[in-house]
């Protein structure tokens, strides 16, 4: 059996070394700041959206031009919000993927103990 990397002392090494040796994630940190930036391009889509309905209701000008920018608004407010509910999807799903590998670490480290005990 191979025997442990010796961890430094110090709170600054030991923060390093945690996360060198992937002793700690940053994951959850990392996640939520890609979250907001993937909502906020989100944002700038349905501004877009938003904008393109303006623009054929202004181009048109006659009641079916209306009729044709409520119905490009509608679709468009359907698929960003449908945009929504994936990208919170695809987050939530990579962030149970890392909490899981965090459990299990844990998991080892409690075993370890036990065998180091007896």
Do not use: N
């Not at 960003?80 to 149970?96: G, N």
């Amino acid at each position: 059996m191979r025997r442990p990397l010796e961890q430094p002392r110090g709170p600054s090494r030991q923060f390093l070394w945690e996360l060198l040796t992937f002793e700690r994630l940053l994951t959850g940190t990392v996640f939520h700041l890609v979250y907001w930036a993937g909502l906020g391009i989100i944002g700038v889509i349905a501004f877009g959206i938003l904008g393109a309905t303006v623009g054929v209701a202004i181009r048109e000008g006659s009641v079916s031009g209306m009729l044709l920018a409520l119905g490009v608004l509608a679709i468009g407010a359907l698929g960003v919000f449908v945009a929504v509910l994936l990208w919170r999807a695809f987050c939530e799903f990579y962030v149970t993927i890392f909490k899981i590998a965090e459990d299990l670490h844990v998991l080892r480290q409690d075993v370890e103990r036990e065998r180091a005990g007896k």
